[in-house]
């Protein structure tokens, strides 16, 4: 497969996948409920998927590789989970109720690159950012990058973050015995390069010695993960390819992915069980997948077509 087919299939998977996150909003799959409060019992279960899903939009815009269908439906996406969040006081609130919890930035920041602004909400997260209590809340390395990624792109004048100290903080930092890399670890890896790159715009800010880690072991680690049907973690890993320079994986991946994929855009998210016949159950399971591929063939084109995002 030359590089020119990798894009065309990376277009693919991309819009059916947009089509099909898109198409579940459409019929109220990931709708928060009425009666939603600010202290969410579990955040992952209740809006994380409007986070995710305003992520993937945001970069089809901020990129603009896509043609209008695709750049239409994102601007939808977007707009349907802004309304959820109540136009962003749901996040206002919840973040002045917990001053330390990231979920409500780190969810805001997708629309934010989009255009949506909560005027409180910035001039919170301005206050906030001074607070000892802030920075040295106790979170996982790869989750201090995302932090301080959307401290970046939220535009905070007061970013008092050292990237080349979270960076070397992160698994990924320490370039250790890449056979030691397990699924979870997988996701860290991603994670990290996502956010030290912000997904691909700023390939340039990954130390050298990480980049070239990644390099020499990435083709290793998807193969592993395509022997055992972990498309969700291929996707991701695909992701990392563009945000590194040069991809070194090849078509392989991509290829998986196609065979993978359903005709009405779902991915499964990997083999351990069949996709279920209920269509909320499956948006509930295979969402994350979908955001991936979306992720994935976005950058993945615009880095080919020498990075149609500009660094803010």
Not at 8 to 21: K, V
Not at 135 to 141: G, K, M, R, S, T
Not at 148 to 155: D, S
Not at 169 to 174: D, E, K, P
């Amino acid at each position: 497969m030359t590089d020119h087919r990798i894009l065309a299939t990376a277009q693919q998977i991309g819009s059916r996948a947009m089509g099909w996150l898109h198409a579940s909003h459409e019929i109220g799959f990931g709708k928060l409920s009425d009666n939603i409060t600010i202290d969410l019992a579990d955040p992952n279960n209740a809006y994380k998927p409007l986070g995710e899903c305003a992520l993937a939009a945001s970069l089809v815009l901020r990129d603009g590789v896509t043609g209008p269908h695709d750049a239409r439906i994102a601007r939808e996406l977007l707009d349907f989970g802004w309304t959820q969040l109540r136009d962003g006081n749901l996040l206002y609130e919840r973040q002045l109720r917990h001053l330390v919890m990231t979920d409500p930035l780190e969810t805001y920041v997708h629309f934010a690159r989009a255009g949506y602004r909560h005027r409180p909400m910035d001039e919170l997260l301005e206050s906030l950012a001074k607070l000892r209590a802030v920075q040295v809340a106790e979170i996982l390395p790869s989750r201090r990058l995302a932090v301080a990624n959307a401290r970046r792109v939220v535009g905070l004048r007061n970013q008092p973050d050292d990237w080349a100290a979270l960076a070397a903080g992160t698994w990924l930092g320490a370039t250790p015995e890449p056979w030691a890399v397990d699924w979870m670890t997988g996701y860290d890896i991603t994670h990290t390069v996502f956010h030290i790159t912000d997904w691909g715009a700023r390939p340039e800010n990954l130390p050298e010695p990480m980049r070239d880690y990644v390099r020499a072991w990435l083709p290793v680690w998807v193969d592993i993960w395509l022997e055992v049907g972990q498309w969700d973690l291929v996707g991701e890993l695909l992701v990392v390819d563009s945000c590194i320079g040069e991809p070194v994986t090849g078509a392989q991946g991509w290829e998986a992915l196609a065979t993978v994929q359903r005709e009405d855009g779902l991915i499964p998210r990997d083999n351990s069980e069949p996709v279920s016949d209920d269509p909320e159950q499956a948006f509930r399971d295979h969402e994350h997948t979908a955001v991936v591929a979306v992720v994935a063939g976005t950058v993945t084109m615009s880095r080919a077509l020498g990075g149609a995002a500009v660094a803010a």
